[in-house]
């Protein structure tokens, strides 16, 4: 078995597997029946903001129950060995705990389009002089934004050197 450890609180390490994570899966509970949803997302200030249709069974739940998890991954490696078998990844993972709901500020809800889209297409991490664009305000009213308020993080980093695990575990509360 691998050796166990936690690394201070890891705040910073998970943070940045969280940035760098181009797909999330978030968990809602609808009365005792789970839904688990991937999205790609925006992680900021300790809050997780994804956009949406203004209908589904996401915000359905979240009315009801705005208690959620958030999870991401990344496998950084080649599968390794375990007792003789090839059946250990290398890996990151993280996990939020949090409150969801809709993001009806307009100026808020601008600037988290704006930073979702830096995220995920080049020319709007462009300045405007070099052909970037903005997320125009024009465009809000066309999709939901929901966002996160993050309470708890908890990650897990996994490696194998020289045939040994190596689990890493980190914690933090806002």
């Known amino acids: 078995m691998g050796k166990f450890e936690t690394s201070g609180d890891g705040l910073q390490e998970m943070e940045e597997i969280l940035k760098n994570a181009e797909v999330g899966r978030v968990a ?3 009365d005792s029946v789970p839904y688990v949803v991937p999205l790609n997302f925006l992680y900021y200030d300790a809050r997780i903001a994804f956009h949406c249709a203004w209908k589904g069974k996401k915000l359905d739940i979240i009315q009801k129950n705005p208690n959620c ?3 991401v991954d990344e496998f950084m490696g080649e599968v390794s ?3 003789d078998e090839r059946c250990h990844l290398d890996y990151d993972s993280v996990l939020a705990f949090g409150k969801a ?3 009806n500020d307009e100026t808020e809800k601008t600037r988290l389009l704006q930073l979702f889209a830096e995220k995920y297409s080049e020319i709007y991490r462009r300045p405007l002089s070099e052909g970037g664009k903005r997320f125009g305000k024009s465009r809000v009213s066309e999709c939901c934004c929901v966002v996160i308020n993050v309470e708890e993080l908890t ?3 996994e490696r194998t050197r020289e045939g040994k695990r190596k689990k890493i575990m980190w914690q933090h509360r806002f």
């Open 69 to 71: 998890c958030f999870e």
């Open 155 to 157: 990650g897990r980093r």
């Open 81 to 83: 060995y375990h007792y």
């Open 28 to 30: 809602f509970c609808d």
């Open 101 to 103: 709901h809709v993001e």
